[in-house]
């Protein structure tokens, strides 16, 4: 990869107020989310971003798992 190009696996990290549109949820109910650890995220300073890669493919498993049963 050449210097100044972007990593196609590179993560995508994204803010709180995304993860709950993405999700259709509140933004208050999304944070709730993170803090439990229902959803993969990471503070930094005061901020907290959401690994949208990881969230896809926790959806991604659950949806799995409910084809299953």
Do not use: F
């Not at 990593?7 to 803090?35: F, M, V």
């Not at 959803?39 to 949806?63: F, N, S, T, Y």
């Amino acid at each position: 990869m050449r210097r100044g190009e972007m990593n196609p696996s590179a993560r995508r990290w994204i803010t709180i107020r995304e993860a709950a549109q993405y999700l259709s949820l509140s933004e208050h109910g999304c944070r709730k989310l993170a803090d439990r650890g229902a959803i993969p995220a990471v503070r930094i300073g005061r901020r907290v971003r959401v690994d949208l890669k990881e969230l896809e493919r926790r959806l991604e498993g659950q949806l799995r798992e409910l084809h299953q049963l």
